[in-house]
Structure formats: structure tokens, C-alpha cells
Nanobody
Framework: QVQLVESGGGLVQAGGSLRLSCAASGRTFSSYTMGWFRQAPGKEREFVATITSRRGSTYYADSVKGRFTISRDNAKNMVYLQMNDLKPEDTAVYYC???????????????????WGQGTQVTVSS
């Protein structure tokens, strides 16, 4: 069992930065590929970024590539999402997720996630 708690969301102006954190419980954290997803009002939840369990290989949605950076600290059971050059279209609830899939093609899929956090709101004003 893994419990995920996100923090770090808030209101920021376009061009600004935020750092999201996800605290995970459970001894098997290092076994999971961790990811960030987001859901904007009226839209479906979408993939943002993933990071594999041991090698730390990362993968990003095209919409955030070059602006967002995902990282993890297995010793602290933490996952982070550094978001730079934020745009109004980045406004959404951001969710941390954990999956046992190491294959990135599976790890990016919503229905392949084993655990979800409760989400944290990010609002980017223009």
C-alpha cells in the first residue's frame, strides 16, 4: 500500500515558477515508477511526466517538455515537479501517481496507475 500526498500548488503569474512535492508512504516506494498528471476544468486527466524507479529515467508530455522537470529522492520517499515558465494553460489540479509499470509507454496511462494522491491546485494568471 502506498499513500501519496501532494503539496506546493498555488497561484502564480504567467512566466513564474512553482515546485510541487509528493510525499509517499510505504517501504516499497523505490519500486514504483512515479508520475505527475493534471486535470483542467472540463477536461480529462492527462499525463505530465514520469520518472522510473531506479534509473530515474524521465519522460514528459510535449506540452511541458523543456519547462518542467520531474525528480525523485528514494531515500526520502519524495517526488518533485519543478515547473518553470508557467502558462495559463498549465492551470489544473496536479496529481501524483504511482505505478508498478517500468515501461514508459504503460506508465503514462491513466488506468495503469496503482495509487493516486488527492491533488493540488495550480493556477496561472495571465
Amino acid at each position: 500500500q502506498v499513500q501519496l500526498v501532494e503539496s506546493g500548488g498555488g497561484l502564480v503569474q504567467a512566466g513564474g515558477s512553482l515546485r510541487l512535492s509528493c510525499a509517499a508512504s510505504g517501504r516499497t516506494f523505490s519500486s514504483y515508477t512515479m508520475g505527475w498528471f493534471r486535470q483542467a476544468p472540463g477536461k480529462e486527466r492527462e499525463f505530465v511526466a514520469t520518472i522510473t524507479s531506479r534509473r530515474g529515467s524521465t519522460y514528459y508530455a510535449d506540452s511541458v517538455k523543456g519547462r518542467f522537470t520531474i525528480s525523485r529522492d528514494n531515500a526520502k520517499n519524495m517526488v518533485y515537479l519543478q515547473m518553470n515558465d508557467l502558462k495559463p494553460e498549465d492551470t489544473a489540479v496536479y496529481y501524483c501517481a504511482a505505478t508498478l509499470w517500468a515501461d514508459q509507454s504503460m506508465a503514462v496511462m491513466i488506468d495503469r496507475q496503482n495509487y493516486w494522491g488527492q491533488g493540488t491546485q495550480v493556477t496561472v494568471s495571465s
